[in-house]
T-cell receptor, first 114, second 108 residues
Framework: ETGVTQTPRHLVMGMTNKKSLKCEQH?????MYWYKQSAKKPLELMFV???????ENNSVPSRFSPECPNSSHLFLHLHTLQPEDSALYLC?????????????FGPGTRLTVL | RKEVEQDPGPFNVPEGATVAFNCTYS??????FFWYRQDCRKEPKLLMS???SGNEDGRFTAQLNRASQYISLLIRDSKLSDSATYLC?????????FGAGTTVTVRA
């Protein structure tokens, strides 16, 4: 596997379910990110991890809970979501947090909350 | 005011045409600038970084105007494969701020 992978690619869940999104990067990067992309809206940064330490929580509701066990893996745990949380959730990684560091994106998980 | 604003388009152009579009950003302290490309239902991918002096990559030319706080992308000799959404991305400290994208459709 190369680059950034995400599973599952599609997820449909009810508002009372608990599910987790998984991201793995094979690039040797130190920083990882979760973004939310809703239709016709800009990508919204949710969380940033650097060397598996959370450095940013962009006012994300507590029904989204990130976990970063090591620099290669990032999870997003979901519980009691709302229909407006339906979106494409993108994971990204970069070598570090420097301003010129390119971010590489995974293919995303398309989430539908019923 | 949005951090990064783009004309959503769509820009519908024939093959071989030149198409250009801008984006504006609000944070004057922004340090790095990029254009990402996102194909339908795919993830964004870096198209090119934008340097102060302007830069070219094949048929693509990017310009930065710090005084007016905008960046531009010009595509020459458009190909069908250039059809995509182009995301303007600005980096202040380490956080990337994305525009909503400009959609370009190249027709045969």
């Amino acid at each position: 596997e190369t680059g950034v992978t995400q599973t599952p690619r599609h997820l449909v869940m009810g508002m009372t379910n608990k599910k987790s999104l998984k991201c793995e990067q094979h690039l040797g990067h130190n920083a990882m990110y979760w973004y939310k992309q809703s239709a016709k809206k800009p990508l919204e940064l949710m969380f940033v991890y650097n060397f598996k330490e959370q450095t940013e929580n962009n006012s994300v509701p507590s029904r989204f809970s990130p976990e970063c066990p090591n620099s290669s893996h990032l999870f997003l745990h979901l519980h009691t979501l709302q229909p407006e949380d339906s979106a494409l959730y993108l994971c990204a990684s970069s070598q570090d947090l420097s301003s010129g560091s390119e971010q590489f994106f995974g293919p995303g998980t398309r989430l539908t909350v019923l | 005011r949005k951090e990064v604003e783009q004309d959503p388009g769509p820009f519908n152009v024939p093959e071989g045409a030149t198409v250009a579009f801008n984006c504006t950003y609000s944070n004057s302290a922004s340090q790095s600038f990029f254009w990402y490309r996102q194909d339908c239902r795919k993830e964004p991918k870096l198209l090119m970084s934008v340097y102060s002096s302007g830069n070219e990559d094949g048929r693509f030319t990017a310009q930065l105007n710090r005084a007016s706080q905008y960046i531009s992308l010009l595509i020459r000799d458009s190909k069908l494969s250039d059809s995509a959404t182009y995301l303007c991305v600005v980096n202040g400290d380490y956080k990337l701020s994305f525009g909503a994208g400009t959609t370009v459709t190249v027709r045969a």
